[in-house]
T-cell receptor
Framework: DAKTTQPPSMDCAEGRAANLPCNHS???????VYWYRQIHSQGPQYIIH???NNETNEMASLIITEDRKSSTLILPHATLRDTAVYYC??????????????FGKGTSLLVTP | DTAVSQTPKYLVTQMGNDKSIKCEQN?????MYWYKQDSKKFLKIMFS???????INETVPNRFSPKSPDKAHLNLHINSLELGDSAVYFC????????????FGPGTRLTVL
C-alpha cells in the first residue's frame, strides 16, 4: 500500500469547515483513499473512501486531485465532537480476503468553541 | 445494540500470567481482526480471520494466539504476559476484506505490572 503524509495537528473553529490534507504521491491506479478517525479512547470509525471522483456522505466530503497524488477530507461544519485523530489510508480493494488497515500517525484535529 | 463488543474493557495483571480477551460481532460479518495500539498511539494489525480461517498473521510473538470458534467471535489469548504487552487491543470486523469498511470495538486496555 502507498505511504501517506498528513500534518500532525490542525485547529478548527466550531461551525467552520475543517479541511484535512493528505499526500499520497506514490499511489497506484487501483488503490483507494480511505479516511478513518479515532475519537479519544474509542475504536477507529470509518468516514469515507474514494478512487478518483469526489465523494460525499453524511459525515464528510472527499476531494481527490486529478493526478490522485493528494486528497482533502472536508468536515463541512465542524463540531466539538469532531475532535479526533484523522487517518488517511491508501489500500487495494481487489482481494476477497481480509486486508489490514495500515494506520499512520494521522492528524490530530482540535475543534475549538 | 453494540455491533462489535469486547470483554473485558480493562485488564490489569502481573507479568507472567496468561489472559484472554474476547470479541464478538453481531453484524453477520465474515472477517475479523485484532489490532494493537501502543503507548505512542500507533495502531498495528496483529491478526485477521476470514470464515474462521487465519489469513493475516503479522510478526507477533507466539505467546499471542487468536482463536475463532465461529464467524462471530475472535478471541485473543496471551501467554506469559510481558511489560511490553501493555497496550489497547482493538477488535474489528468487516464483510469480506479488500475495501470493506471495518467496524471497530471499544478496545481493551491491558496493563501488565
Amino acid at each position: 500500500d502507498a505511504k501517506t503524509t498528513q500534518p500532525p495537528s490542525m485547529d478548527c473553529a466550531e461551525g467552520r469547515a475543517a479541511n484535512l490534507p493528505c499526500n499520497h504521491s506514490t499511489i497506484s491506479g487501483n488503490e483507494y483513499v480511505y479516511w478513518y478517525r479515532q475519537i479519544h479512547s474509542q475504536g477507529p470509525q470509518y468516514i469515507i473512501h474514494g478512487l478518483k471522483n469526489n465523494e460525499t456522505n453524511e459525515m464528510a466530503s472527499l476531494i481527490i486531485t486529478e493526478d490522485r497524488k493528494s486528497s482533502t477530507l472536508i468536515l463541512p461544519h465542524a463540531t466539538l465532537r469532531d475532535t479526533a485523530v484523522y487517518y488517511c489510508i491508501v489500500r487495494f480493494t481487489h482481494s476477497n480476503s481480509g486486508y489490514a488497515l495500515n494506520f499512520g500517525k494521522g492528524t490530530s484535529l482540535l475543534v475549538t468553541p | 445494540d453494540t455491533a462489535v463488543s469486547q470483554t473485558p474493557k480493562y485488564l490489569v495483571t502481573q507479568m507472567g500470567n496468561d489472559k484472554s480477551i474476547k470479541c464478538e460481532q453481531n453484524l453477520g460479518h465474515d472477517t475479523m481482526y485484532w489490532y494493537k495500539q501502543d503507548s505512542k498511539k500507533f495502531l498495528k494489525i496483529m491478526f485477521s480471520y476470514n470464515n474462521k480461517e487465519l489469513i493475516i498473521n503479522e510478526t507477533v510473538p507466539n505467546r499471542f494466539s487468536p482463536k475463532s470458534p465461529d464467524k462471530a467471535h475472535l478471541n485473543l489469548h496471551i501467554n506469559s504476559l510481558e511489560l511490553g504487552d501493555s497496550a489497547v487491543y482493538f477488535c474489528a470486523s468487516s464483510q469480506g476484506g479488500g475495501g470493506a469498511e471495518q467496524f471497530f470495538g471499544p478496545g481493551t486496555r491491558l496493563t501488565v505490572l
